[in-house]
C-alpha cells in the first residue's frame, strides 16, 4: 500500500526525490475541493477522449461528421466559478487554495497545460482547433470561441468572392479560414490560383505554388461571345506567370482540345519550360507551336503514359492517371506535395466499354483516397445532368445504321480532335463499302498526328483525297468535316450557305451533326442546320437521334469520384457559376462541411495546409482578346464601335469649305448598312440641307464650323435628325476639308 502523501502549505517547495510535472506530482498540490473529485476524469494528451479519428488513421475532416443543432455548444466538465490554473504555477511553486467564486481550469487543457503542450485554438490569433467544426455547432477542442462575426449561419451557402471597392475580400466568405499554426508557418502553404476555366466554359488554366515552385495545369483558349465582333479566340491573362517565370518548372497538359491547349503559343512565346501531356496532346502542341511561330527552342515536350511520374521542381510530383473523354491520351493528375495530395481529374467521364485505351483507372483513384487526398479539383461540365453518361461505343452503333440506309453521300459534322469517333465513321464506311474524305484544316492536322500514333485502324484504300469525290457515286462516299459548332469559316458552314470550293450540298445527301452545341453556340449552330434543310439535305442531330454522346461525366460519375477519393477540401472546376454551385451541391449532400467547400473565381488565391483553407487575395484574370496579330490591344471602345456597326451600320458627312468658313459644294452625305433603298435618296438630301442650314446658323453667331465639331454639336445635331427620321442609331463619321 502506497502511503499516503503529505499536504504541500503555501510557500513549501516538493522534496528532491519528486520531480516536478511526474504522474504522482498533482498529488502534492492541495487541489480545491471541487476539483479534487474530478482528478479521476483527467485523460492523457492526444487519446481518444481529446480528438476523434477515422478508421484510417487520417483526422476527420468535413466529411460525415456529427451535425449538432446550432447553437449547441460542446460539453465541458468544468465547474464554475474557479479561476483556472497556470501552467507556470506548476514549475514555480504548490498552487494555493483559491477563494469560492473564481473560475476552475478545464480538466482537458488543465491535463494539456501539466504536459507542456500548449492548447490548440487560440483565440487572440483566431485559430480553430485542429478538424472542421460540425455544422451548427462550435469549433472542437481548445477553448469555446465566439465565432459569431465571421461565421454564417450553417444554411449559408458558398459563393464566389464578390469584388469590393476597396479591393478586400469580404469577412463572409472567410468563414473557412483557419490560421495556421507556428509548424504550419514555417511548412508553407500550398496556394492554387486559377487563370481561367471558373465561372466560364473553356480557357481553362491553373496554377499551383509552394515555395519557390510553380507549376501550371493546361492552357486553353475560348470562343469569343456574340459581343466580342471580329474577336478571333479569348484567353488568359499569364501576367503573374510571365513575372515568375523563373520559379514555372513545367506545364502539365490534361488532354488535347483547344480548350486546354489553345493558349500555349502565345505564352511560349515568353516563356521557356517543359511541357508534359500525353502523347497525341504533344503531336498537336507541337504543330500548333510551329504554326504560331512560338518554335520549340528551349521547351522541351515529353509524352507522358498512364502512370508515369515527373518531378516539379522541389515540390511538385506529378502522376499521369488514365481517363476516359472525347480525345485519345485524356489523364487526370495526382500531384503531391509538402502539404498533401492534390487530385485534377480534367475532363473525363466513366466509359467501361471505350472504344480504345481501357476503362478509366479507378483503382488508382480509390488508393489515393485510402492514403489521403488533401484537395480534388473536379470538373463541373454535366453536373445538372443525372445519371451516368452513355458510352462512345452507342455512337458507333448509329453511324452504322445510318450509313446503311442513306441513299447518298454521308456528311459527318464533329470535333476535329474526337479521335474515337473518326475512327468509328472509317469503321462503319468500311463495313458498307464506302471511301472516306476528310475536309478542313484542323482535321487533316488531328488525322495525320492520330494516325502516326497508330490510333486509326483502317484499310490503306479507304482514306481519299477531297479532290477526287467526283470520281464516286454519292452512295460510295462519307465526307467527314469539321465546323459542329457553325464557326464562320469552318467546312460545314461554307458548305450550307454555299461557299466551299469543292463540295456542294445536294439533293439527297445525309448530313449528322454529331456534337453537342457548346454553351452559347446554339443559335448559329440552327441557322447552319436551317441552311442545310433548304439546300435539301437531309440532317440528323443530336435531338433526333443517338449521334453524340458527351466526353464528361454526368453527376452518378462524379459522386462515384467523390467516393473514391474522399478529399478533405473540394473546389469545382470547368463550368459555369451554376455548374459549380451544383457540383458544391453534391459534396455537401455527400457529407462534406461547407467550411470545406470553396467556389472560387478566376484570380482568386486559395491557400490550405493540412490545418486550414482560405481565400488569401487575388490577381487579375481578365480575359486577354485575340484579333488577327493583336493580343490583348482591343479595348471595350473598339468594341462597342463594331457593336454600332453591325446593328444600325454608318453614315460619314464631308463638308467642303473656303477659309472663311462658307460651303464650296453642298455637303455630302453617304450611308452604309444604314438606310434603305426606299428611303435613301429623301433623308440624303433632306440630312444634307439640315447641315447646311445648322452650319450657316452657327456662322451667324460668329461660331466657327470646327468649334462645332470639336464640341460634338453637329453630330448631335445630325443623330438627332436620323433618329427622329428612322428610329435608329448610325455611327456618324464627319469629314472637313478646307480649300
Not at 459569431?148 to 466568405?173: G, L, S
Not at 486577354?624 to 464601335?641: E, P, Q, W, Y
Not at 470639336?710 to 435628325?721: A, C, N, T
Request: with cysteine; glycine share 8%.
Amino acid at each position: 500500500m502506497t502511503p499516503k502523501k503529505k499536504d504541500l502549505t503555501p510557500g513549501e517547495k516538493p522534496k528532491s526525490d519528486m520531480a516536478v510535472g511526474s504522474p504522482d506530482y498533482k498529488n502534492t498540490v492541495k487541489l480545491p475541493s471541487r476539483m479534487k473529485a474530478d482528478t479521476k476524469t483527467l485523460a492523457p494528451a492526444g487519446t481518444a477522449a481529446e480528438a476523434k479519428q477515422a478508421p484510417d488513421g487520417r483526422a476527420h475532416s468535413g466529411r460525415n461528421q456529427e451535425n449538432k443543432p446550432r447553437g449547441e455548444k460542446p460539453q465541458s466538465s468544468k465547474p464554475q466559478g474557479d479561476k483556472p490554473q497556470s501552467s507556470k504555477q506548476h514549475t514555480a511553486k504548490p498552487q494555493e487554495e483559491k477563494p469560492q467564486g473564481s473560475k476552475p481550469q478545464g480538466e482537458k487543457q488543465r491535463t494539456a497545460k501539466s504536459q507542456g503542450i500548449k492548447p490548440q485554438g487560440d483565440k487572440s490569433l483566431g485559430i480553430k482547433p485542429q478538424g472542421s467544426r460540425p455544422q451548427g455547432g462550435r469549433p472542437q477542442g481548445g477553448r469555446s470561441l465566439d465565432y459569431t462575426p465571421r461565421t454564417p449561419a450553417p444554411e449559408m451557402m458558398p459563393v464566389a468572392v464578390t469584388r469590393q471597392d476597396d479591393d478586400k475580400i469580404p469577412d463572409f466568405y472567410l468563414r473557412a479560414s483557419v490560421k495556421p499554426k507556428n509548424k504550419e508557418k514555417k511548412k508553407g502553404a500550398l496556394r492554387v490560383i486559377p487563370l481561367g476555366g471558373l465561372c466560364e466554359i473553356g480557357k481553362n488554366m491553373t496554377l499551383l505554388e509552394f515555395g519557390n515552385d510553380i507549376i501550371i495545369i493546361d492552357c486553353g483558349m475560348a470562343f469569343p461571345e456574340e459581343t466580342m465582333p471580329g474577336i478571333d479566340a479569348v484567353i488568359q491573362d499569364y501576367t503573374y506567370v510571365l513575372q515568375n517565370k523563373d520559379r514555372v518548372r513545367g506545364i502539365f497538359i490534361t488532354h488535347g482540345h483547344e480548350d486546354h491547349i489553345g493558349a500555349l503559343p502565345y505564352l511560349m512565346k515568353d516563356l521557356k519550360c517543359p511541357i508534359y501531356a500525353g502523347r497525341l496532346a504533344i503531336e498537336l502542341i507541337r504543330g500548333k507551336l510551329a504554326e504560331k511561330g512560338a518554335g520549340l527552342r528551349g521547351v522541351q515536350l515529353q509524352a507522358a503514359l498512364p502512370g508515369d511520374t515527373f518531378k516539379g521542381g522541389n515540390s511538385f510530383s506529378v502522376e499521369f492517371i488514365h481517363v476516359n473523354h472525347s480525345i485519345a491520351d485524356a489523364f487526370a493528375l495526382a500531384i503531391k506535395t509538402p502539404v498533401g495530395v492534390v487530385i485534377h481529374t480534367g475532363d473525363f467521364k466513366v466509359d467501361y466499354t471505350p472504344i480504345d485505351g481501357g476503362p478509366i483507372d479507378l483503382q488508382r483513384f480509390s488508393q489515393y483516397g485510402k492514403d489521403g487526398v488533401l484537395l480534388l479539383l473536379d470538373e463541373s461540365t454535366n453536373i445538372e445532368i443525372p445519371g451516368m453518361s452513355p458510352s462512345e461505343r452507342s455512337v458507333g452503333e448509329s453511324f452504322q445504321r445510318i450509313i446503311q440506309n442513306a441513299p447518298g453521300r454521308v456528311i459527318v459534322a464533329t470535333f476535329s480532335s474526337h479521335v474515337h469517333r473518326m475512327q468509328q465513321i472509317f469503321t462503319a464506311a468500311e463495313k458498307y463499302g464506302r471511301k472516306v474524305a476528310l475536309v478542313g484544316r484542323s482535321m487533316l492536322t488531328v488525322f495525320a498526328a492520330a494516325n502516326s500514333l497508330g490510333y486509326i485502324e483502317m484499310k490503306p484504300d479507304t482514306l481519299i483525297d477531297i479532290n477526287d469525290i467526283d470520281r464516286y457515286q454519292p452512295e460510295q462516299l462519307v465526307i467527314l468535316t469539321t465546323g459542329s459548332q457553325a464557326e464562320p469559316m469552318s467546312a460545314l458552314t461554307r458548305m450550307a450557305f454555299a461557299s466551299h470550293k469543292i463540295v456542294e450540298i445536294t439533293q439527297g445527301d445525309t448530313v449528322i451533326v454529331s456534337a453537342h452545341p457548346i454553351p452559347g453556340n446554339e443559335k448559329p449552330i440552327y441557322k447552319v442546320i436551317n441552311e442545310l434543310f433548304r439546300r435539301g439535305a437531309k440532317v440528323i442531330y443530336e435531338d433526333l437521334a443517338d449521334v453524340h454522346v458527351s466526353g464528361h461525366a454526368f453527376r452518378g460519375e462524379h459522386m462515384l469520384i467523390h467516393e473514391l477519393v474522399k478529399p478533405k477540401y473540394f473546389i469545382p472546376v470547368h463550368g459555369e457559376y451554376r455548374m459549380l454551385f451544383k457540383h458544391a451541391q453534391l459534396a455537401r449532400d455527400l457529407g462534406m462541411s461547407w467550411n470545406s467547400i470553396f467556389i472560387l473565381n478566376n484570380g482568386d488565391i486559395f491557400e490550405c495546409t493540412e490545418e486550414m483553407a482560405r481565400i488569401s487575395g487575388y490577381i487579375n484574370a481578365a480575359p486577354v482578346l485575340i484579333d488577327g496579330s493583336g493580343i490583348g490591344d482591343i479595348d471595350n471602345r473598339v468594341l462597342r464601335d463594331r457593336k454600332l456597326l453591325s446593328d444600325d451600320g454608318v453614315v460619314a458627312i464631308s463638308l467642303v469649305l473656303d477659309k472663311k468658313g462658307k460651303f464650296l459644294t453642298s455637303p455630302s452625305v453617304q450611308a452604309v448598312g444604314f438606310l434603305y433603298e426606299s428611303e435613301s435618296a429623301q433623308v440624303i438630301r433632306e440630312c444634307s440641307d439640315k447641315i447646311t442650314s445648322f452650319v450657316n446658323k452657327c456662322a451667324g453667331q460668329n461660331r466657327s464650323v470646327s468649334s462645332i465639331i470639336e464640341s460634338g454639336q453637329l453630330r448631335d445635331y445630325v443623330k438627332s435628325f436620323l433618329f427622329e427620321k428612322t428610329r435608329r442609331r448610325p455611327m456618324i463619321l464627319i469629314s472637313v476639308t478646307i480649300l
